[in-house]
């Protein structure tokens, strides 16, 4: 299986679009708009819903953040298979490929994981699949889109034109391996042609709609317009984004271009939303908003689809627009998470007798600095001993919010940013999962599988969390 390091300076440079457009602009919302106006001329449907005719009750997955093409992308797939034989379709929330969204590597990291789900697959881009512009994501989801024509050189000496000087770009011959691989997905009950990176499904009772977030995690102005107006209506409706709105015990509404944000459509009574569910983050984790008017919304993040973990144990005690630490579920657990980075880095740093925590060790420490009931009941000699206590706190470890400091969001974001991206093993247990819904007339019921690559839990996958989700 191939592995991507993302310590590796090639990798690092090949993925440096997001890094350019933060620094001299973000040309996301142009591109996404052009490919857009293509889909539309070639007969895409103006207001990008796609209309299927499954009954009133039927089911659905969710997979986030998969494509790395190795063990643990792989060792989701048992599970998913078992567990979703009898599914309508799926959905990719987020970075379909790594780790530039290069159309050749559809192969090993979509077309061959997938090649026994018997059902449609729909997508929504994540930042890396943005990496090359997009290109190979449309050509696969989109109906063989062909590449948008070149743009005019922007003008010398300014920002855009810094920007194109170092842009990545494809390969000439990117996709010459891309008709071979569609073999392996041919069947026609597994065929799904979106009308753009952005969309709408009506499915049942529900409406799902899919957004597109970029490189940079925001809405252009057409896109908001857009979800807007296809958010209007009393059918429940459930979004799907490459951006968690409540992620890491923190709120982030995302912005839409021109004013207002995605949350404020979300939770907009008028739209009738029942849950939002978000990519980009490589764990599981949950947060039944209650709003102001009686509702609660279930903000969800799936993300551990296949691609390396981000930590849970860096969370903190949840306190966050009426979800206290008790509402809140994540997988791994704190405990499992903190336990996992303790063994990696012991092996890493050639100190393992000193890092190494065993999970009754990281659950009880994890339990003293949150101040919450432990998950797991320690054991009798388990004890919280100096060591214990300064390995979780060197391992970035969240704490109450009135005791956080100030230089906890800078560690993890570290995590985030450098720790968790080599934290990939090709050793179980992996930490991933996949989301299943089952949609009535009346209730959504969301329940979140474990895959670890043990062979037990492939047979039988678990149930991490469910909820019932009501859709009156």
């Known amino acids: 299986m191939e592995k991507i390091s993302w310590l590796n300076p090639r990798t690092l440079w090949a993925a440096r679009n997001g890094m350019l457009a933060s620094w001299f602009g973000d040309p996301t919302g142009r591109t996404r708009g052009r490919w857009v106006a293509q889909r539309a001329a070639t007969g895409a449907p103006a207001d990008k819903v796609i209309r ?59 077309f061959r994981p997938y090649q026994d789900y018997r059902a449609p697959i729909y997508a929504i881009p994540g930042n ?22 070149p743009e005019p050189r922007p003008r010398p000496l300014t920002r855009a034109w810094l920007r194109s000087l170092l842009w990545h770009r494809p390969r000439p011959d990117d996709g010459r391996h891309l008709a071979e691989a569609r073999a392996l997905r041919s069947d026609p009950a597994q065929q799904a042609v979106q009308p753009g990176p952005y969309w709408a499904v009506d499915a049942g009772p529900v409406r799902i709609i899919g957004i597109d977030t970029g490189l940079l995690g925001t809405v252009d102005a057409e896109q908001g317009g857009w979800l807007r107006e296809v958010s209007q209506g009393p059918r429940p409706k459930i979004l799907i984004t490459g951006s968690p709105l409540y992620v890491d015990g923190r709120h982030e509404p995302c912005a839409v271009e021109g004013g207002g944000t995605v949350d404020d459509i979300v939770r907009d009574p008028a739209h009738h939303y029942v849950a939002a569910i978000g990519g980009d983050i490589h764990n599981y984790q949950r947060y039944p908003v209650r709003l102001d008017d009686g509702r609660t919304l279930q903000y969800v993040v799936a993300g551990g689809g296949g691609a390396f973990m981000h930590a849970t144990h860096t969370i903190p005690r949840v306190s966050v627009a009426n979800v206290a630490e008790k509402d809140f579920r994540c997988y791994p657990l704190r405990g499992d998470s903190l336990a996992f980075y303790s063994r990696l880095y012991g092996r890493r740093l050639r100190m393992p007798r000193f890092f190494t925590l065993t999970e009754a060790e990281a659950t009880a420490v994890i339990a003293e600095r949150l101040g919450i009931p432990p998950t797991r009941v320690p054991g009798p000699d388990t004890r919280v001993t100096r060591r214990v206590r300064l390995v979780a706190g060197l391992l970035g470890t969240g704490r109450r919010p009135d005791r956080a400091k100030r230089f906890r969001l800078p560690v993890r974001k570290i995590y985030t940013s450098l720790f968790s991206p080599s934290s990939a093993t090709c050793s179980p247990p992996f930490f991933k999962c996949f989301l299943r819904l089952d949609v009535s007339p009346e209730s959504v019921r969301l329940r979140c599988y474990a895959a670890t690559g043990n062979r037990a839990q492939e047979l039988d996958p678990p149930v991490e969390d469910e909820v019932t989700i009501p859709l009156g």
């Open 52 to 110: 299927r005719d499954d009954p009133d009750r039927f089911s659905f997955l969710v997979i986030g953040d998969t494509g790395e093409g190795d063990d643990p992308q792989y060792a989701v797939v048992p599970g998913l298979l078992k567990t979703g034989q009898d599914t309508s379709f799926a959905v990719l929330a987020s970075d379909v490929i790594y780790p530039v969204g290069s159309a050749d590597d559809y192969g090993t990291k979509f």
């Open 128 to 149: 890396h699949d943005w990496y090359e512009d997009l290109g190979g994501f449309m050509r696969v989801f989109c109906g063989d889109a062909p590449p948008l024509p």
